[in-house]
T-cell receptor, first 111, second 111 residues
């Protein structure tokens, strides 16, 4: 089974903090993705990566950055957390022409 | 026009009935389609995929694809309360490897 592991299920941070969300895959897939999901808005793509050290902006990259130093790890960074970044964050991986598989998600609250 | 569209619901069906979930897509070049199930507070889980016109059955689930009408559906036979969830339709769009998700249909199976 494909395994995508997100480091935290729940996280509470304060406004202005720098926040790191970690995602690790156990498959050798090139493609990894970060989404946020909010009620009524569906999945919104923040950033994705097709290879090590490669990143592409998704639909809502503002306020976020990513890091992909190793193939198995894709990190999402909130440079200066704000309350409007309170959300469920989902990491996914994907093989070529294959469906995406998601981690369990991180419910992030910014106070 | 959104690339992948679903009625948000909720769709309510009685236990034991057939639930029919629908999805339309705008990219005529899309070839691969996926259905994910998402329980409240959980991450999406892949349950079906379909690449060819017609029906594909897996247990109580049947995916249907009509490329001429740009229409994908998911039928759930003998619906159970445990089927109550949000169902996300997804398709590869833009001629590449980008998976686009609909906003999901909430299904409620009532006793």
């Amino acid at each position: 089974d494909v395994k995508v592991t997100q480091s935290s299920r729940y996280l509470v941070k304060r406004t202005g903090e720098k926040v790191f969300l970690e995602c690790v895959q156990d498959m050798d897939h090139e493609n990894m993705f970060w989404y946020r999901q909010d009620p009524g808005l569906g999945l919104r793509l923040i950033y994705f990566s097709y290879d090590v050290k490669m990143k592409e902006k998704g639909d809502i990259p503002e306020g976020y950055s990513v890091s992909r130093e190793k193939k198995e790890r894709f990190s999402l960074i909130l440079e200066s957390a704000s309350t409007n970044q309170t959300s469920m964050y989902l990491c996914a991986n994907q093989g070529v022409n294959q469906p995406q598989h998601f981690g369990d998600g991180t419910r992030l609250s910014i106070l | 026009q959104k690339e992948v569209e679903q009625n948000s619901g909720p769709l309510s069906v009685p236990e034991g009935a057939i639930a029919s979930l629908n999805c339309t897509y705008s990219d005529r070049g899309s070839q691969s389609f996926f259905w994910y199930r998402q329980y409240s507070g959980k991450s999406p889980e892949l349950i079906m995929f379909i690449y060819s016109n017609g029906d594909k059955e897996d247990g109580r689930f049947t995916a249907q694809l009509n490329k001429a009408s740009q229409y994908v559906s998911l039928l759930i036979r003998d619906s159970q309360p445990s089927d109550s969830a949000t169902y996300l339709c997804a398709a590869f769009t833009g001629g590449g490897n980008k998976l686009t998700f609909g906003t999901g249909t909430q299904l409620k199976v009532e006793l």
